[in-house]
């Protein structure tokens, strides 16, 4: 969780109907018994402390070290730090701007990837956005249909979107490919309502309606 971001100032700590944006994500995987710990890597121990987050409990907060500070270290680098400082059998890796993504589709990718370890057909699992539409590439030309046999989109090849909301993956996993994503990965689908990730202001603002009507539903 960094401190500063590029596109959307302070994005971490901003206000999304009623709360800061990194407490979404938190609570919901608070709320989850099968999650022992919750690891925070940070540069922003000081901005948690001012919004009422201090380590204790179920939550550990890591100072980011210098080295790995920046926008354009890579996120499995970080990864590798925290691994080699925090024992555990399964690692689950989320951000603060993926504040839609809800308890229960978190519990869902657990079993599946408990599902897929046991069945020894899997090593990882991370979420995607499933489409079934029509894709052109710059030139106009067509990626996964033909233009002149015009099929119903449902009837087309799905093709799937590394959508940066859930990692699951183990240490050995993660030694074999030095990445969150294994050697055999599980493609989750997820719910488009829940798959916001908040890169730019436009995406806040879907997250403030998606929000809003998450709020509405809970309510009624």
């Not at 709360?19 to 922003?44: C, G, H, Q, R, Y």
């Not at 939550?59 to 024992?87: E, F, H, W, Y």
């Not at 689908?189 to 509405?216: C, N, Q, R, Y």
Request: aromatic share 8%; charged share 25%.
């Amino acid at each position: 969780m960094k401190a500063n971001s590029q596109r959307v100032k302070g994005k971490n700590f901003r206000i999304l109907h009623g709360k800061p944006l990194f407490k979404w994500i938190l609570d919901s995987m608070l709320a989850l018994p099968e999650i022992d710990e919750v690891v925070i890597n940070t540069d922003a121990r000081h901005i948690l402390a001012e919004n009422g987050l201090v380590e204790g409990g179920r939550v550990r907060i890591r100072d980011r070290l210098p080295q790995l500070c920046g926008d354009t270290v890579s996120m499995n680098l970080i990864l590798k730090d925290d691994i080699a400082a925090v024992a555990a059998d399964t690692y689950l890796m989320t951000h603060t701007t993926n504040p839609m993504l809800s308890a229960e589709t978190i519990r869902a990718a657990i079993d599946a990837y408990r599902a897929g370890v046991a069945a020894g057909t899997a090593d990882s699992l991370f979420t995607v956005n499933r489409f079934q539409t029509r894709f052109y590439r710059a030139d106009g030309s067509a990626v996964n249909h033909d233009p002149d046999n015009l099929i119903q989109t449902q009837d087309l090849e799905p093709w799937y979107e590394e959508n940066s909301n859930l990692y699951i993956f183990s240490r050995e996993s993660f030694h074999a490919s030095s990445a969150r994503i294994g050697m055999k990965p599980i493609l989750f689908p997820m719910s488009k309502l829940e798959a916001v990730d908040i890169d730019t202001p436009e995406d806040w603002a879907i997250a403030e309606a998606f929000a809003g009507h998450s709020l509405k539903q809970s309510a009624a």
